[in-house]
Structure formats: structure tokens, C-alpha cells
């Protein structure tokens, strides 16, 4: 069946440093990919998405780019804030059975310091 | 209201207790999620509405859960004799269409509390 695997968190970053949090998939069809992200006590949203290789996502600073020959979808951004202190969450949807049910991986929290 | 909303917020059952947790999606939305998210953990998904029409129900854990949308707007998710192991919150989540790779637009949760 289709699996997302993140990298382990905590990741602790100072402000203004690179981040890159790691996401690998195994997918049965050709899915499409998403990031989401969950501040405390608040629902998940759709941070950014790619839907064929070699698209690039972006939003707020972020990016993400499907690499179908790596079966990754790797989140990187230049510049971290304290606002950006987060889990993120790895995601695919594939369609399955008619449906594009989605996939998540377990997420990777993000701890930004001043 | 614009997004998605969910009730309670937080629920405390003690075992053994029924509970039903509410979902209101986004007006217009076909298709409804329902997720359980284990403290750190991603959300595990539970079951899928297609307007009233429940496709999958496969990632229901056990016969005691059991979820509804019968107008194909708001749905209930109900659990019956709750378990201990059922403490964890509740994610609905609702989309535009069906078979599409469109995003999810999540509710806030519910986190319920089995002592």
C-alpha cells in the first residue's frame, strides 16, 4: 500500500537558518503530493502541492519539489522564522479503489528559536 | 462559517460511555474525511463520504465506530462503548469534489478523553 516516511522531529532551528525536512513515498499509482501544516491547537492546512514530477510547490517561503525518479518531496526554506514553529506533515493522495483517499506521514515538529 | 467546523471541541467520556462527535464541512463540499490522530502521529484515516454515500469505511478500528452524513452536508461520527484506547483527537476533513487531487480543508478537531 502507498506510505509516507518523514524524517524524526524535533527539528531545532535558530531564526533565519535553512530548513529542510525530508519526505520519501511509496505510491501504487502516479499520486500527487502535499505538504500540510498544523499549529497548536489548530487544524491541519495545505501549506503547498505538486501534481506531476519536477513541479515545484511554493508558498510563504517554502518550497517543495517532486522528485519522481527519488520518490521524494523534500521541504526546504531559506530563512526560518519563530512564526514558523509548526509540525509539518507529509502527504499523497493516490487514487485507490476510485478514491483519492489520502496518505500522511506521522510529521516532523519544528521549533524555532530567536 | 468559511471553513470547517467541529463539536465538541474536547470531549471527556469515561468507558464505556457512547459519544458522537459533529462535523460541519464547507457548503458545497462532495467529499467528507474523517481521521484519528494519535498523540504524535500523522491522521489515520477512518472513513469517506461521497455526498450521503459512505465509499470506504475501512480504517474504522472496530464495529463500536460508526459515521453518518445522511442530507450529504454534516456528519457524525459515533462511537460506542468507548475504550481507553480511543482517546485521541478527531479530524474532519471536506473537499470539493470526489475523484480529484484537489486539498483537504480540516476542521480543528476534537480531542475526546476516554478515563
Known amino acids: 500500500g502507498d506510505s509516507v516516511t518523514q524524517m524524526e522531529g524535533p527539528v531545532t532551528l535558530s531564526e533565519e537558518a535553512f530548513l529542510t525536512i525530508n519526505c520519501t513515498y511509496t505510491?501504487?499509482?502516479?499520486?500527487?503530493l502535499f505538504w500540510y501544516v498544523q499549529y497548536p491547537g489548530e487544524g491541519l492546512q495545505l501549506l503547498l502541492k505538486a501534481t506531476k514530477a519536477d513541479d515545484k510547490g511554493s508558498n510563504k517561503g517554502f518550497e517543495a519539489t517532486y522528485r519522481k525518479e527519488t520518490t521524494s518531496f523534500h521541504l526546504e526554506k531559506g530563512s526560518v522564522q519563530v512564526s514558523d514553529s509548526a509540525v509539518y506533515f507529509c502527504a499523497l493522495s493516490d487514487k485507490s479503489g476510485g478514491s483519492y483517499i489520502p496518505t500522511f506521514g506521522r510529521g516532523t515538529s519544528l521549533i524555532v528559536h530567536p | 462559517g468559511a471553513g470547517v467546523s467541529q463539536s465538541p471541541r474536547y470531549k471527556v467520556a469515561k468507558r464505556g460511555q457512547d459519544v458522537a462527535l459533529r462535523c460541519d464541512p464547507i457548503s458545497g463540499h462532495v467529499s467528507l474525511f474523517w481521521y484519528q490522530q494519535a498523540l504524535g502521529q500523522g491522521p489515520e484515516f477512518l472513513t469517506y463520504f461521497q455526498n450521503e454515500a459512505q465509499l470506504d469505511k475501512s480504517g474504522l478500528p472496530s464495529d463500536r465506530f460508526f459515521a453518518e452524513r445522511p442530507e450529504g452536508s454534516v456528519s457524525t461520527l459515533k462511537i460506542q462503548r468507548t475504550q481507553q484506547e480511543d482517546s485521541a483527537v478527531y479530524l474532519c476533513a471536506s473537499r470539493t469534489s470526489g475523484n480529484s487531487y484537489n486539498e483537504q480543508f480540516f476542521g480543528p478537531g476534537t480531542r475526546l478523553t476516554v478515563l
Open positions: 505510491a501504487t499509482g502516479y499520486p500527487s
